[in-house]
């Protein structure tokens, strides 16, 4: 590409090779005393990204750490002189710090793998909170939907929670959960009355390998909208109106398929 002419055209160094540039990928660097950091994006809203990746200037005695900025864990990438293979869901960033520190556990990317094992949507109960008026309702569905299409909740704004029982027979053969198309909603994952934790990036996916257990199993996925629909129900606000313009209504909630790997 363009940038990588002038690259060597002009001899800049470049501290983070890529094995075939994307047009939605970014990086940082940042040097510190003891520190190589590298903070790397995929923008794409839709499309994964996999590259491997060489850092030519690191230090080659340093280890190589995958940094968690939500839960402050570091996991160490081996052998990563020989390249790292880079996985980035949609909108998800990865954190790579280089330092003399060798002690941690390996890096494991969550990756869903062969066929789902189980897909979930026979039964689901749906409670509503309103983010701004406070009520509160229930509804219970065969199949998940777009809220947007259903007169009673589009205009909805707030907390969906949606709970279904699912019976497992070899729940040791599970290890992921995926919520599948959530429409940009941050989910959080309850299972057995156990947060999971919230996903607002990437896919709504969440390690379960070891949670679920043989037989009745609890799963509530906690779906927090997007405000904009209910913006534009505000039709005696000229603020409120004025905000969304001639933009249409948009697509919400949940609508999978949520499936087990």
């Given at each position: ?5 002038v690259?060597?055209?002009y ?13 939605f990928?970014?990086q940082?660097y940042?040097?510190?005393?003891q520190e190589d950091v590298?903070?790397?994006?995929n ?8 590259q491997?990746?060489s850092f ?10 995958v ?11 081996d ?7 880079l996985?980035?869901?949609p909108?998800?960033s990865?954190l ?10 390996p890096f494991r ?7 789902p094992?189980?897909?979930?949507g ?12 406070g ?7 065969t199949a998940?939907?777009?809220l947007?299409?259903?007169?009673r909740?589009q205009t909805?704004?707030?907390?969906v929670?949606y709970s279904t029982?699912l ?5 040791e053969?599970?290890?992921l959960?995926?919520?599948g ?5 941050v989910v959080?994952l309850?299972v057995n009355g156990k947060s999971?934790?919230?996903?607002w990036?990437?896919?709504?996916m969440?390690?379960v390998?070891g949670l679920?257990?043989?037989g009745?199993n609890?799963?509530?996925l906690?779906c927090?909208?997007?405000?904009g629909n209910y913006v534009?129900?505000l039709t ?20 999978g398929?949520v499936?087990?790997y």
């Amino acid at each position: 590409d363009w940038w990588t002419q002038v690259q060597q055209q002009y001899g800049i160094n470049r501290n983070l090779l890529f094995s075939h540039p994307n047009v939605f990928l970014s990086q940082n660097y940042y040097k510190g005393e003891q520190e190589d950091v590298f903070y790397i994006t995929n923008y794409s809203a839709t499309q994964e990204v996999r590259q491997t990746l060489s850092f030519p200037h690191v230090d080659t005695g340093k280890t190589a750490w995958v940094w968690d900025a939500e839960t402050g864990k570091r996991y160490r990438l081996d052998e990563w002189q020989k390249g790292v293979d880079l996985y980035l869901q949609p909108e998800e960033s990865r954190l790579i710090v280089f330092d003399y520190e060798t002690e941690g556990e390996p890096f494991r990317p969550l990756i869903r793998e062969g066929e789902p094992c189980m897909t979930l949507g026979d039964n689901w109960d749906m409670h509503f909170k309103h983010a701004l008026t406070g009520e509160e309702f229930d509804l219970r569905q065969t199949a998940l939907f777009d809220l947007n299409q259903d007169s009673r909740t589009q205009t909805f704004a707030g907390d969906v929670e949606y709970s279904t029982v699912l019976n497992i027979r070899r729940p040791e053969f599970v290890s992921l959960l995926d919520a599948g198309n959530a429409n940009n909603s941050v989910v959080e994952l309850i299972v057995n009355g156990k947060s999971l934790g919230r996903r607002w990036y990437g896919y709504r996916m969440w390690n379960v390998k070891g949670l679920l257990r043989k037989g009745e199993n609890h799963i509530t996925l906690r779906c927090t909208t997007t405000l904009g629909n209910y913006v534009k129900s505000l039709t005696d606000n000229p603020v409120a109106q004025g905000w969304p313009g001639g933009q249409p209504t948009a697509p919400m909630g949940i609508l999978g398929p949520v499936c087990l790997y």
